[in-house]
């Protein structure tokens, strides 16, 4: 079942570049009956070993921005560890059990929203740009890269599709694919980070993941080679429809 679950949510990653942990997580909790710090520390080391080779491959195109990136990582890598460091102090309790499981329904719900007017955010960056001198966007990135920071280690989601509309409402003229390398080059390292600090919680089930993974592998190249096949639009609006009834279902 585990390696069946990581091939289809694999698939549906290769197809639609997001989908990743917005939809493992919820898988985690409701076909493996994990806790939800459980399901959001596994994820967060599906998310971060499943991306490396897509970092890696949009490092060598050069596809990376790395000045942007590497503000997204002053703001998330230290977000993530005061989070993390805050549970280590206050200990996992029923309020925390409560903020996470709300966190991660808001996540979701957010995903939902930016897949879905997914073609409005670049519109409206560019309207944005008007009034945010360029003096004022490394700033701007950072403090972006700390809302990620906080929302990833509280929910594991945010670093793929949030983190890549956060770029195009600060960069709206930046080509797609700096966009989708920056973004997944942010995603590795902060995913990995707040993986750790989850692991010394004990929120990771690691005889779980390795299936998940072997699954991933071959999901994800068929779903890259079945993009071409398949129009935008459906799987857009499958993956919105799911994403808007898992977060939907968590919340409640």
């Known amino acids: 079942m585990a390696v069946i679950s990581g091939f289809g949510v694999g698939a549906i990653v290769g197809i639609t570049g997001v989908g990743g942990g917005s939809l493992m997580t919820p898988l985690l909790l409701s076909v493996f009956r994990l806790s939800p710090a459980i399901a959001i520390g596994t994820d ?43 549970m280590h102090l206050t200990g ?21 929203l930016v897949v879905a007017f997914k073609k409005s955010w670049m519109a409206l960056g560019l309207k944005l740009e008007r009034y945010v001198p360029e003096s004022r966007k490394p700033l701007l990135t950072i403090a972006s890269g700390a809302i990620l920071g906080v ?6 989601i945010g670093a793929g599709a949030i983190g890549a509309t956060l ?10 694919r700096f966009i989708v390398g920056s973004d997944i ?16 919680l004990g929120h990771v089930n690691w005889t779980l993941l390795v299936p998940l993974l072997l699954g ?11 993009t071409r096949r398949l129009p935008d639009g459906v799987i857009r609006t499958l993956l919105c429809v799911s994403l808007l009834m898992a977060g939907w279902k968590v919340i409640h």
Do not use: E, M
């Open 185 to 200: 080059a942010h995603a590795v390292p902060l995913t990995l980070v707040a993986g750790i600090g989850h692991a010394t």
């Open 44 to 86: 967060l080391w599906f998310a971060a070993l499943t991306k490396v080779s897509g970092s890696v491959a949009h490092a060598r195109h050069g596809h990376v921005r790395w000045d942007i990136t590497g503000r997204l990582l002053a703001g998330s890598i230290p977000a993530s560890v005061a989070t993390v460091a805050l």
């Open 92 to 112: 996992i309790t029923k309020g925390w059990a409560s903020a996470l499981t709300f966190s991660l329904g808001i996540a979701l719900l957010l995903t939902a």
């Open 167 to 176: 770029i195009l409402l600060i960069y709206p003229r930046l080509p797609a």
């Open 216 to 226: 991933s592998v071959p999901g994800i190249w068929l779903g890259a080679q079945l």
């Open 151 to 156: 929302l990833v280690s509280l929910s594991s």
